[in-house]
C-alpha cells in the first residue's frame, strides 16, 4: 500500500498482505480510491480500510483520534 498522509502529518504505510482483497486486485483497481475522514474506499472492489485500522495495523494505541488529510 503507498503511504497515507493523516491530518497530524503522520505518514503511515502498511504491507498488502494485511489487505489480502487488495493484494489480489490489480494495481489499476487499487489506485482508483476515495478518501475520507474515515478512511479509503475502493468502489470496484467493495473494500473500506478505516484510519483507525491503519493505526492499528501499525500498532498505534491512539487509532480513534487520528483522520486522513
Known sequence: ???VL???ERT???PLARFPRLQRAS???RSD???SVLGLHWEALDEDVSVAHLL???GDR???QAVLK
Request: charged share 25%; hydrophobic share 50%; aromatic share 4%.
Open 62 to 64: 491512539h487509532a480513534d
Open 33 to 35: 480510491y476515495l478518501i
Open 1 to 3: 500500500m503507498d503511504a
Open 56 to 58: 492499528a495495523a501499525c
Open 27 to 29: 494495481a489499476e483497481q
Open 12 to 14: 503511515l504505510s502498511v
Open 6 to 8: 493523516l491530518d497530524d
